[in-house]
């Protein structure tokens, strides 16, 4: 393959245009959702691509490049094409009716024997919205099981708890992205935009341009933190208490909107009795970040005419996410900073479609819609537009990481995963694998052989996003279609064709008659009727002639609500909820024997679990191996050499890393990206304790230590 060619001049953009294959499509993978073209140059000896941004109203026309070189996964040789079982401890060829038939030999066998329950379903937040409201039908319809959760779990539970409690609905952005040129004043907490998300950072550039003063809260410098004109060095799992103090110097100073407090808020008195007990020398200590920082973070941001917060992992991650994130909602509503140009909160999603992925059901407590499962009501309407009786519906199941608990505890005995990696994206992941290890039976229905998939008993084979046609919402709350025009190769599915084929083996094709992703979207338009993400006035027609429509969209002739809370929150009273935080430390604190903190995170070349990106030849080669990143006087002490292995160890496991040595980061802190697995695999030794409200692990803090893997003599 020849190198890659990017273009994007007009110019170049319409010569191109006029090659060959012309694929229209968006990239596969951060949330932003870029729109691109892809064009196969079709040659004597193989075809060659070149790859071109379109323009669109979230990314501007621009790519990364992980969207750039995507196609590459796509197109891989290790693509899985066909059905395979394991037999013998070996992988062999079986057809798709085969692999149906043991599917519902093994899943009849194990709920006659130990209830529907014992059969579990396992989604993802990069499936596309018909896929992930598919799943979830099929979880609770055809299988009657409440096991159903997905890894969005570990990404977006925080901050969509915390938004629901706070505004009473949950959107990763509650304005639009083009309004952060007007905020005078941002936070990035937790957040390496740079990095994760690269194509969203002239949004910010474009604001310091306009006079924006950008506040940064991260353990370590990133490309995001040399933009900022403040950047706090927070210790990490500190985030709630740094605020604390912000929020104290905002009341203190007298930097509150009264008005918008008293009348559209409610809590402020017990919020301002709560920061009247608040040292700020002592929120200074725990928090690493000196008092005078801390005064000039909220005095820039209570002294901007408008401002915008934005959240993600690095906060999100954490024992106490939820309460974290509702103390940054805090200070977005008493100094009156939201439902009006340049003013809101955003989080950062990481997934692909980590916003509509979490909306349709996948999620053990959701119907779609944002509907709740345990909602009389709303159990009554789902019902009625899936044709079953409110009784047969099973409950609430559990979180992501305690269905992995249920697994190792063998109260779920059958396990259906799709485009999910747990093995290496969940905490403790030791633990995981002997869990699966213990399985009746696994299947796993993906593109290629993840590490979750060798163990699997049978693997599906699914389709890219050249090849899948969907819907995705990307982080503004803004519905994109994505359009497909690739043929699937060899016996590839796609995701919702597997569970329809698997519902008819299972005697539910009534249910499951879909013939094309625009129809199953036709049937979540109803079924999201009436709810708080309501798709109703959202049809394939409309993303096409719009290019992405906003929900909550009610109707036909609806606009879409490009900003919220312009005038109400959409709690009953039309108030949002304001609320006292107290200060958090870590679940696991560093000591003797693990003296070190360990923060995880990504790097621009990979996606999640790296199972598509590292089957990129470009971005594989960018990035080819784990590091740990240490401050050079932290090496020095455990006597640990620049760009040598080390083995880095908790109490829960060890993997083995390459040293990088930094003055980015704290002296205390260590970091590891999360994106590969086996002796790799940093999420053997994360904290798989969860955040008592939305049930998120962890990964953001735990206590280590390091060594050299072979000591020096």
């Given at each position: ?7 994007t001049n ?10 060959d294959?012309?694929m ?19 040659g004597?000896?193989r ?10 109203a979230?990314s ?6 992980k969207?750039?070189n995507?196609?590459?996964?796509a ?21 798709w ?6 599917i ?5 066998q ?8 014992a ?7 990069s ?7 598919l799943?979830g ?6 299988l009657?099981?409440?096991y ?11 901050a ?28 990035l ?11 969203l ?9 306009n ?5 940064a809260i991260?353990?370590?410098n990133?490309?995001?933190?040399e933009?900022?004109d ?6 990490p799992?500190m ?15 007298g930097y509150?909107?009264?008005?918008f407090a ?21 929120i ?9 920082q801390?005064r ?7 002294k901007?005419?408008t401002?915008?917060?934005f959240?993600?992992?690095?906060v999100?991650?954490?024992t ?10 805090n200070?977005v509503?008493?100094?009156g900073?939201?439902g009006k140009?340049?003013c ?8 692909a479609?980590?916003?509509?992925g979490r ?5 053990a ?6 509907r ?5 009501a709303?159990?009554s309407y ?6 079953i ?12 990481y305690?269905?992995?608990?249920k697994?190792h505890e063998e109260?779920i005995?059958?396990?259906?995963v ?10 403790n ?8 290890r ?14 979750t998939?060798?163990?699997?008993d ?14 995705l919402?990307?982080?503004e709350?803004?519905v994109?279609?994505?359009?497909a025009?690739?043929?699937?190769t ?11 084929g698997?519902?008819?083996t299972?005697?539910?094709e ?10 199953i979207?036709?049937e979540?338009?109803?079924?999201t ?6 798709y109703y ?8 002639r719009?290019?992405g ?9 609806h ?8 005038s109400?929150?959409?709690?009953p009273?039309?108030?949002?909820e ?39 030849h ?31 160890e908790s109490?829960r ?6 040293s990088?040595?930094?003055r980015?980061?704290?002296e205390d802190?260590?970091?590891v ?8 695999n ?6 798989q ?8 692990p962890g990964f953001k803090?735990?206590a280590?230590n390091?060594?050299?893997l072979?000591?020096?003599?």
């Open positions: 393959m020849k190198p890659l060619t990017v273009l007009k110019t170049d953009f319409e010569t191109a245009a006029g090659h294959h012309i229209d499509t968006q990239c596969p993978f951060c949330s932003v959702q870029c729109k691109m073209q892809v064009v196969e140059h079709f004597e000896e075809n060659t691509y070149t790859v071109l941004p379109k323009p669109n979230a501007e026309g621009r790519l990364c490049i969207g750039m995507a196609y590459q996964h197109l891989s040789s290790e693509r899985l094409t066909y059905p395979m079982a394991k037999v013998d401890g070996t992988f062999v060829r079986v057809s009716e085969e692999a149906y038939q043991l519902q030999s093994n899943f009849t194990i709920g006659q024997q130990f209830g529907s329950h059969i579990g379903v396992y989604g993802g937040g499936l596309t919205n018909e896929s992930a409201y799943l039908k099929f979880a609770r319809v055809a009657r099981t409440k159903i959760d997905y890894n969005g779990r570990f990404c977006m539970s925080a969509a708890s915390a938004g629901i409690k706070a505004f009473g609905i949950d959107r990763g952005l509650t304005n639009q992205l083009s309004e952060i040129s007007s905020a005078k004043c941002i936070i907490a937790g957040t390496n935009i740079a990095e994760c998300q690269p194509t950072m002239p949004y910010f550039t474009r604001a310091k341009e006079g924006s003063y950008i506040i991260d353990p370590r990133t490309g995001t933190t933009m900022a403040l950047h706090l060095k927070v210790k799992g985030d709630a208490a740094l605020v604390n103090g912000m929020l104290k110097v905002l009341v203190d100073e509150v909107d009264e008005s008293r009348d559209r808020t409610k809590g402020f008195n017990e919020l301002k009795e709560h920061l009247a007990a608040v040292d700020l020398n002592e200074a200590e725990i928090t690493g970040v000196p008092l005078a801390i000039q973070a909220a005095e820039a941001f209570g901007a005419a401002g915008m917060v959240t993600a992992r690095g999100e991650q954490q106490d996410g939820h309460m974290a994130v509702r103390n940054f909602l200070m509503l008493i100094t900073k939201i140009e340049g809101g909160y955003g989080a950062i999603t990481g997934q479609n980590g916003q509509g909306e349709h059901g996948q999620k407590d959701q119907l779609p819609g944002y709740l499962i345990e909602n009389q709303d159990r789902i019902a009625e537009v899936w044709g009786q409110p009784e047969e519906l099973p409950g609430k199941g559990v979180s992501a305690e269905m992995m608990e697994v109260e005995r059958a396990l259906f799709m485009g999910s990696n747990p093995i290496v994206s969940n905490p992941a030791n633990f995981v694998e002997e869990g699966l213990k399985l009746q039976f696994l299947v796993v229905a993906d593109m290629f052989l993840s590490e998939a060798k163990l699997a049978l693997i599906l084979p699914t389709s890219s996003y050249l090849e899948n046609e969907g819907t919402t990307n982080l709350g803004r994109l279609l994505r359009e025009s690739r043929a699937v060899g016996e590839v599915k796609h995701d919702w064709e597997i569970l329809c698997i519902a008819h299972l005697g539910k009534s249910y499951f008659s879909f013939t094309s992703s625009e129809q979207f036709e979540l338009r109803i079924a009727r009436g709810g708080v993400a309501d006035g959202i049809t394939y027609d409309r993303l096409r719009e290019e429509v906003y929900w909550p969209c009610p109707s036909l002739d606009p879409g609500e490009k900003r919220l809370f312009e109400a929150f959409a709690h009273d039309g108030k949002a304001l609320i006292a935080v107290n200060n958090h430390f870590p679940d696991e604190q560093v000591s003797g024997e693990f003296p070190l903190y360990l923060t995880t995170g990504r790097v621009l070349s990979h996606y999640l679990t790296g199972v598509q990106t590292r089957r990129s470009t971005l594989a080669a960018r990035s080819f191996e784990s590091f740990m990143e240490i401050h050079p006087k932290t090496a020095q002490k455990y006597r640990i050499e620049d760009d040598s292995l080390i083995r880095l109490k496991g060890s993997i083995v890393v390459r990088k040595l930094t980015e980061i704290r802190t260590v970091f990206p999360m994106h590969w697995g086996d002796i790799q940093v999420n053997k030794i994360t904290n304790a969860l955040d008592p409200t939305c049930r998120m803090v735990c280590v390091a060594r050299p072979v000591e020096s003599k």
